[in-house]
Every structure is written in C-alpha cells, then in structure tokens.
C-alpha cells in the first residue's frame, strides 16, 4: 500500500526529504518516527487539501511535510537535523478524515509503509 524511501545518514544541520507513494487515494497522509527503544511518535500530517498540515513539536520550523494528489505521494522535507530526529521513518496513512484530536495517534492511520532509516550523526 505504502512504499517509503529517502532516509539515510547525515550529518547533524544537514537536510533530508522522505518520500512516500500510495497505491491508491487517501485522505489523511502522515509520518510518524520510532528511534531505539523508544515508541512510535507522531512527526507531522496532511489532509487532502494540503491546506491542513500537523507537526510535533519537536519538528516544528524545521520539518516540511507536503503532497502530491495526481501522484498519491507525501514528502517529508527534513532540515536543520539533529541526532534526536535518527529513528526509523514511516508513513502512514488513512482513507477518511482523521480528526484533529486524532491526528497524532498511530491507531488512527490503517495503512503504513515498512519504514526508511534516518540516521544523523553530530
């Protein structure tokens, strides 16, 4: 359903984008990152209209997440990074409206990639 690609190693301030395709239309696209022992936690998310986007805090003024709807894709434009943001990457989607108050919870997207690893080092 979703394919994942971009992560890699870089240097800490360095930049990054996440790219990710669906196979088919979905209304609520997002990502969401796990780092070594730690739990999955919400990175940021787009509505259909791309006119509704979420961060996370701790992404917030650094991270870009967009979409292509003619492609079915989200990117997810990393800069400023910082070795707190290495986990691994995935996205995540749904086919309906995810509420606001849902936006950040992984149990709310039905669809998920297998994942891309990002690794900043300092």
């Known amino acids: 359903q979703l394919q994942a690609s971009g992560g890699g190693l870089v240097q800490a301030g360095g930049s990054l984008r996440l790219s990710c395709a669906a196979s088919?239309?979905?209304?609520?696209m997002g990502w969401f990152r796990q780092a070594p022992g730690k739990e999955r936690e919400f990175v940021a998310a787009?509505?259909?209209?791309?006119?509704?986007?979420y961060y996370a805090d701790s992404v917030k003024g650094r991270f870009t997440i967009s979409r292509d709807n003619a492609k079915n894709t989200v990117d997810l434009h990393m800069n400023s990074l910082k070795p707190e943001d290495t986990a691994v990457y995935y996205c995540?989607?749904?086919?309906?409206?995810?509420?606001?108050?849902?936006?950040?919870?992984?149990?709310?997207?039905?669809?998920w990639g297998q994942g891309t690893l990002v690794t900043v080092s300092s």
């Open positions: 787009i509505r259909w209209s791309g006119g509704n986007r």
């Open positions: 088919r239309r979905t209304f609520t």
């Open positions: 995540a989607a749904d086919p309906n409206s995810v509420i606001v108050t849902a936006i950040s919870d992984f149990n709310s997207y039905d669809y």
